[in-house]
């Protein structure tokens, strides 16, 4: 279970960092938000390269996600995980349902 960041950098790719809640105040002291939406995801589902529709955390309640970074890397994120997306310029990321059960997400955009 952890926190993240994923992000545009200055290079125009999709990065990510892990964020200690100590070093987040925003995080830990309130975010204004616009809603919160549930999904499944079933397993084999693929979303190829795409940028983030808005500024939104995506926190994992069950199963595991397999982001592909345009930077390169991969990472697998599983239950309990909270990602800051922020990568809505570039060439984003990739999104997989990893392992044998389907994901679920709750969805919070920031407003």
Not at 71 to 84: C, H, S
């Amino acid at each position: 279970m952890g926190t993240y960041r994923m992000y545009t950098g200055d290079d125009g790719e999709t990065h990510w960092e892990a964020v200690e809640l100590a070093d987040a105040p925003s995080w830990t002291s309130g975010l204004d938000t616009v809603d919160i939406t549930f999904r499944e995801i079933p397993v084999g589902n693929f979303v190829d390269w795409h940028p983030a529709p808005r500024r939104q955390f995506v926190i994992i309640l069950s199963g595991n996600l397999e982001i592909g970074f345009s930077d390169g890397t991969t990472k697998v994120f599983g239950p309990g995980d909270a990602r800051l997306v922020e990568d809505t310029t570039g060439r984003g990321h990739t999104t997989g349902v990893h392992g044998d059960a389907p994901c679920v997400t709750a969805t919070v955009p920031l407003a």
